[in-house]
C-alpha cells in the first residue's frame, strides 16, 4: 500500500480555489522532491508540478505546489471543468524507492 | 514531440510470461533514465521499475523484484518489461514514462498497455 496519503476527493465550484493535500513522512517527502500528477478518465497521466513547487511548460500559473515539513499541497485556483481528474502526489523513498500517493478525485461542481 | 509508445500487453494465463516494449521517438533516448509504472483496474498508479541510462541500475518495487526485469536497448530506442510468473493481480495497464533531468519526475508518458492475467 502507498506511503503517501492523500483525501479521496475534493470539489469546489467553477472559480473557487481547491487544495490537495498529500502526507508523507521523513524518508520520502519531508527528505525528497514531491511530484503532482494529472490523470483525466482513460489517459495516461501528466505531469503537473516537479521538485516541489515547478511548473513545466504549458502547466498554467493557477496550479501551484507546496510543501512543508513531511506533508506537501497543490492548489488549483480559478477552478475550471478542464481540472476534473485524478491527482497524484509522488516522491522517492528511502524504503520502498518510489511510491504514489492515494490519489483525490477533483470534481468541478 | 516526445513519444513514447508501449506495446506486448494482451491476455495470459497465471503462471505465465509476457514481454513488454515501449518505443521512444523524438529525444535522446539513451541521456535518460526510463521507467514503468502500472495501474490496475479502478485504481491508483503504482511505481514498478526504473533504470538509468546504461541500463546498468535497475531498482524495483519490492513485490516485484525477482518476477520483472527492466531492460533497455539504446540502439533501437526501445524499454523492456519481462514479467514472470504472472498474476491474477498483475493485471493492469502498463505505462513506460521518461524520467525528467530535475529529480526523478517522470515528465512524459506512453498511451499504456493493458495486461491481463486470468484463465
Known amino acids: ?109 | 514531440e516526445v513519444q513514447l509508445v508501449e506495446s506486448g500487453g494482451g491476455l495470459v494465463q497465471p503462471g505465465g510470461s509476457l514481454r513488454l516494449s515501449c518505443a521512444a521517438s523524438d529525444f535522446t533516448f539513451s541521456s535518460y533514465w526510463m521507467t514503468w509504472v502500472r495501474q490496475a483496474p479502478g485504481e491508483g498508479l503504482a511505481w514498478v521499475a526504473y533504470t538509468n541510462q546504461a541500463g546498468s541500475e535497475r531498482y524495483y518495487a519490492g513485490s516485484l523484484e525477482g518476477r520483472f526485469t527492466i531492460s533497455r536497448d539504446n540502439a533501437k530506442n526501445s524499454l523492456y518489461l519481462q514479467m514472470n510468473s504472472l498474476r491474477d493481480e498483475d493485471t493492469a495497464v502498463y505505462y513506460c514514462a521518461r524520467i525528467g533531468k530535475s529529480g526523478y519526475n517522470f515528465d512524459n508518458w506512453g498511451q499504456g498497455t493493458l495486461v491481463t492475467v486470468s484463465s
Do not use: M
Not at chain 1, 20 to 39: D, L, R, T
Not at chain 1, 46 to 60: A, N, T
Not at chain 1, 66 to 85: C, F, H, P, V
Open chain 1, 1 to 109: 500500500q502507498s506511503v503517501l496519503t492523500q483525501p479521496p476527493s475534493a470539489s469546489g465550484t467553477p472559480g473557487q480555489r481547491v487544495t490537495i493535500s498529500c502526507s508523507g513522512s521523513s524518508s520520502n517527502i519531508g527528505s525528497k522532491p514531491v511530484n503532482w500528477y494529472k490523470q483525466s478518465p482513460g489517459t495516461a497521466p501528466k505531469l503537473l508540478i516537479y521538485s516541489d513547487d515547478q511548473r513545466p511548460s504549458g502547466v498554467p500559473d493557477r496550479i501551484s505546489g507546496s510543501k512543508s515539513g513531511t506533508s506537501a499541497s497543490l492548489a488549483i485556483s480559478g477552478l475550471q471543468s478542464e481540472d476534473e481528474g485524478d491527482y497524484y502526489c509522488a516522491a522517492r523513498d528511502d524504503s520502498v524507492i518510489y511510491v504514489f500517493g492515494t490519489g483525490t478525485k477533483v470534481t468541478v461542481l
